[in-house]
């Protein structure tokens, strides 16, 4: 068919039978289709209307068939071609052929006005049938306006999250693709806001402009894409500074049982990001509404909500919007981390978001694992925490570090969601009841945490005051266990409890009273010095407090030029101590 026939190739007529009419849009689809497959300039096609096909329609051009009807979809496929035979010269091998050929090549054409039926609703999960090519994690839209999100692809049906009002879907009702993936509106207007996992206002202050979407899930950065870790992310707390440094891009594990003070560390960090441009990001999953309004009150309290976004899902919230709430909030981090910003996500706590996520796989069908939880239960985390990462120069050089909660029982970190997430972190912070019920706060369990990369990013200065503080709290501990008992002990032996009952008494850390680096390392000379061990067990804290005063006040300098420098070398130590030896002889021996 080619020479003198391509002028008249060029004119295309093509006849559409439907039942109910396409629109514009469709239409010019249609038309577009047709212009392609012919490579032709023109295209006249008649509509007709033809309630015998029962649905959808078909498209006939010279004198092949694309059918997206009901009736070619239910057998009567073979009756059409017989018509269509009569009235063409193909053999009925060649059309079968070409038919079956292009109606497959065709559907993904036609498939764009999918539409599916619910067949259950219940519990937060829809199971829809007739929408086959539903993809997975494709947000689809019920009647009533209500969103969903596939989870489950089977033969015949396929299962979805709902992220509305479960009452107002009924049986039978409508939802059509979308053929989006979920997604969540980010910008800065959302500093300083309170939002539910679907990225809405729920503090009651108005909506918020969103600059643009950001897909809910999303790929992590390469290896290439990142850097190391080398800038620090500093607590304020001193006790993690000092031996388990969080560097910014890292993912540190705070884990412990229930009233440890783990949220307490996590809002403490974000307290002590406070004019150190980094934007931090709270995400409170399966807590009650009233811890999450408190946590909220003391944010604002201290002026730290100004760079902080609180996405909350509460336990009332239901299942899909547990699930989904921390991977919103990494979008919303994201959006700043590829912006070039420093990032800090906390999520609170991702064993109430496993147990969401197992409700979900259970009521879609999922076969149920170890502890009941389905076999992806890793994966549901890993790809979480991976999202995080200290992106390279050429990206922007933006930071996202993450601080994921666990809740233990009975200490055990063994059990499976706290092994795997021990397991994807770059490190933990263990917090004890025992210590936290001692008084010892944060309760932080120095022989259990661990930080694995954290220190390529802790600060000279810090590095060198530490000295050999782990070791020595790690002796204390084991001397203290033997010693309990004995009344009569060797100097030597008193002189080392001395010493660990100093540092452990300095390493308590009251709420919302972060330290700067100068403090700490002041603190940590001190301590290292063997200055406090004579203080007094009980005075410990207020010695503490009294020196870094003396120090602001009277040796300003010494402490400016450990927070700018940064380094921390013979000279300046010595000065040290000879202040605090002089703030120990002088104003603290008065009082
Ligand atoms: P939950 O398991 O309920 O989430 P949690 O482990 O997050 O608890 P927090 O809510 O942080 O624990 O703290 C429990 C209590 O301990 C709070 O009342 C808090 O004020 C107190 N607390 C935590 N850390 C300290 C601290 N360093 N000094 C004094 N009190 C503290
Ligand atoms: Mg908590």
Request: aromatic share 6%; hydrophobic share 40%; glycine share 8%.
């Amino acid at each position: 068919m080619a020479g003198d026939a391509t002028e008249k190739l060029k004119r295309v007529k093509a006849e559409l039978r439907y039942v109910t009419l396409p629109d514009d849009s469709q239409l010019e689809r249609i038309r577009e289709f047709i212009r392609k497959k012919f490579d032709a300039s023109e295209v006249r096609l008649k509509l007709t209307e033809d309630p015998s096909i029962g649905g959808g329609f078909i498209l006939t051009a010279r004198g092949l068939i694309y059918d997206w009807s009901n009736a070619g979809r239910t057998g009567q496929f073979e009756k059409l071609i017989e018509n269509v035979l009569r009235e063409t010269q193909y053999d009925e091998k060649d059309l079968l052929d070409i038919l079956k050929a292009e109606v497959n090549d065709f559907e993904l054409h036609a498939e764009s006005n999918e539409v599916g039926r619910v067949d259950f609703v219940g519990d937060g999960i829809a199971e829809l049938k007739g929408i086959d090519h539903a993809e997975y994690g494709e947000v689809v839209i019920f009647d009533d306006g209500t969103r969903g999100m596939v989870q489950n692809i089977e033969i015949d049906k396929v299962g979805c999250i709902l992220f509305g009002r479960e009452q107002d879907i009924r049986e039978g009702m409508r939802a059509v693709r979308t053929h989006k993936r979920a997604s969540i509106p980010v910008g800065d207007d959302f500093l300083g806001r309170v939002i539910n996992a679907l990225g809405e206002p729920i503090d009651g202050l108005g909506k918020i402009k969103a600059v643009s979407h950001r897909p809910i899930e999303f790929p992590a950065p390469g290896i290439v894409d990142r850097k190391s870790v080398g800038v620090p992310l500093e607590t304020g707390i001193l006790a993690i500074d000092s031996m388990f440094p969080i560097g910014r891009g890292q993912r540190e594990l705070i884990i412990g049982d229930r009233q440890t003070g783990k949220t307490s560390i996590a809002t403490d960090t974000i307290i002590n990001q406070k004019g150190k441009n980094v934007k931090c990001v709270y995400v409170a999953i399966g807590q009650k509404a009233s811890t999450v309004a408190k946590i909220v009150s003391t944010l604002k309290k201290v002026g730290a909500m100004e760079y902080t976004i609180v996405v909350s899902a509460t336990a009332s919230d239901p299942a899909p919007l547990q699930y989904i709430a921390p991977y919103s909030a990494t979008a919303i981090a994201e959006q700043f981390m590829y912006k070039g910003d420093d990032v800090l996500i906390v999520y609170d706590d991702l064993s109430k978001h496993a147990v969401a996520y197992r409700a979900i796989s259970l009521l879609l069908g999922r076969p149920p694992g170890r502890e009941a939880y389905p076999g992806d239960v890793f994966y549901l985390h890993s790809r979480l925490l991976e999202r995080s990462s200290r992106l390279s120069p050429e990206l922007g050089g933006g930071s996202l570090t993450a601080l994921p909660v666990i809740e233990t029982q009975a200490g055990d970190v063994s059990d499976y969601i706290p092994t795997n997430v021990i397991s994807i972190t770059d490190g933990q912070i263990f917090l004890e009841s025992d210590l936290f019920f001692e008084g010892q706060r944060p309760a932080v369990n120095v022989g259990l945490s661990v930080s694995r990369v954290g220190g390529a990013a802790q600060s000279k200065a810090m590095k060198k005051a530490v000295g050999s503080l782990r070791i020595d709290l790690a002796q204390y501990r084991e001397m203290a266990v033997f010693t309990q008992f004995s009344s009569d002990l060797d100097p030597a032996t008193k002189a080392m409890l001395s010493h660990g009952e100093a540092l452990m008494e300095l390493l308590k850390q009251p709420l919302e009273h972060p330290l700067s680096l100068a403090e700490q390392v002041i603190s940590l000379v001190a301590a290292n010095n063997k200055l406090l061990d004579d203080i007094g067990k009980k005075k410990v804290g207020e010695f503490q407090k009294g020196m870094l005063e003396y120090m602001e006040k009277i040796h300003g300098d010494i402490v400016r030029t450990i927070d700018q420098r940064q380094m921390l070398d013979e000279d300046l130590t010595e000065k040290i101590i000879n202040c605090v030896k002089e703030f120990k002889d002088g104003k603290w021996k008065e009082k």
